[in-house]
């Protein structure tokens, strides 16, 4: 079969001159800042977008997980935006420890309305952003670099004139659009021509997020990316350094880490990855990454089931039985060896006196999440008699000796056979009955 070679229309993307790598030799040690965009990003990927009752009673659910930072809307794209920014501040519904964040072009008219939206806020994050890249400036815009540093500043200085009139505590945030895909250089120079204008200080920094907009490189060139603009930026210790990856390429969690190492210290991401085409970086998966590790996450999972079910309702989504840590089918073990391994793994970890968990197969405790134990271990044709004993021991009490649990395994894995489905706990019983006569 002759080949079309279509491939050779794509470059290999470019590296960055780094001369001495730091961040493949660090470790995370804390959790970033947290930035929830499910009620901006997310919302605008959905095919049916949220009402101003299902945004609050998403708002309400990040809030009870321990969010800090949520950036609510893009108040000067729509009106329904724009009246649920009036809402949650008119009827006073955002905690007093909670910052909310807009996001704004570098337009005259979308920052005054943007203002007009965030009235009375106690705590705001203005998100300033304009596109950056090669093939945007060129293509979509029509507009030299120089023309791009000029727009990013003016809208720069309206910001900073709105702010001083502005009454609440008013952080500024700073987005080159498509960062992961803008020359290094002309990054750092709009960045630090904003930075310049805005003159951030260590006890009122501002924020420089660089977006993996669509994630056009491997984790570790984004890496370096964010490691090189980190050592060139002006004012670095009055920065927040924030990154927004976006999951085009299936990376956007390993993105997000080694950005992490590479010197991020804030996060924008969604629930679950909801976004624009493939989504944003899962920040449910992100959180759970260092749990693992013994991290403080510094966001509530214990009840994450709970929560997901309700933004499956708000968002008509779905949760894929596989998804790390949440899926229904993920601490579940069909496979002989791996439930032998389980159900041995269980009972070594009554008697640990460590405090650590030492379960083979299961990366976490899954009563750590409010999942019974039960649902570990499920009977199918590819399962053995470690299985059929587990079972029978956590739903009935039943104990059951070496060559009884080959002999109702052998009968078990016949029943599978004939049904070419898995098997439930009562047709296990009902199986150890017949052979038992009882």
Not at 173 to 194: C, G, H, I, K, M
Not at 294 to 314: F, K, R, S, W, Y
């Amino acid at each position: 079969m002759q080949s079309t070679q279509t491939f050779k229309k794509y470059k290999p993307y470019p590296l960055v001159p780094l001369s001495h790598r730091e961040w493949a030799s660090n470790i995370i040690t804390q959790a970033p800042i947290w930035v929830s965009t499910d009620l901006r990003d997310g919302n605008q990927a959905l095919v049916e977008p949220m009402n101003a009752s299902k945004k609050l009673a998403y708002f309400q659910k990040l809030v009870e997980m321990g969010f800090k930072e949520i950036e609510i809307a893009y108040p000067s794209a729509s009106q329904t935006d724009f009246d649920f920014c009036r809402a949650l501040i008119e009827q006073k519904l955002i905690p007093e420890d909670v910052r909310i964040s807009v996001l704004t072009p570098s337009i005259v008219k979308h920052i005054k309305k943007t203002f007009q939206a965030i009235k009375g806020a106690k705590r705001v994050t203005i998100h300033l952003y304009n596109p950056t890249a090669d093939n945007q400036r060129k293509i979509v815009f029509n507009k030299s670099k120089e023309e791009i540093i000029t727009l990013a500043l003016e809208g720069t200085r309206i910001i900073k004139e709105e702010a001083e009139k502005f009454k609440g505590d008013v952080m500024f945030q700073y987005s080159p659009e498509s960062f992961s895909q803008t020359e290094l250089e002309f990054a750092r120079d709009v960045v630090n021509a904003v930075i310049s204008e805005w003159m951030p200080t260590k006890n009122a920094p501002m924020v420089i997020n660089l977006p993996n907009t669509l994630e056009a490189c491997t984790p570790n060139i984004y890496a370096d990316r964010i490691e090189w603009m980190s050592k060139q930026m002006l004012e670095r210790d009055a920065v927040i350094l924030s990154v927004h990856p976006h999951n085009d390429r299936g990376t956007a969690v390993a993105s997000a880490e080694m950005a992490i190492l590479a010197g991020a210290q804030r996060v924008e991401g969604t629930l679950m990855g909801n976004g624009e085409r493939a989504g944003n970086v899962d920040l449910v998966t992100l959180a759970f990454n260092l749990y693992s590790q013994g991290i403080d996450p510094m966001l509530d999972v214990h009840n994450i089931d709970a929560v997901l079910q309700e933004i499956i309702t708000l968002t008509h989504s779905t949760i894929h039985p596989r998804h790390p840590y949440v899926g229904s089918m993920i601490y579940t073990a069909f496979s002989g060896t791996h439930q032998d391994a389980i159900k041995k793994g269980m009972e070594h970890q009554k008697d640990v006196l460590d405090g650590y968990w030492h379960v083979p197969y299961l990366i976490i405790d899954p009563k750590d999440i409010k999942r019974d134990y039960r649902d570990v271990v499920r009977i199918n044709s590819q399962s053995g008699k470690s299985g059929v004993a587990y079972v029978l021991k956590e739903f009935y009490g039943i104990e059951t000796t070496k060559t009884m649990q080959i002999e109702i395994a052998t009968e078990v894995q016949k029943l599978c056979d004939e049904k070419g489905i898995e098997v439930n706990a009562e047709e296990i019983f009902k199986v150890f009955r017949q052979m038992c006569k009882l």
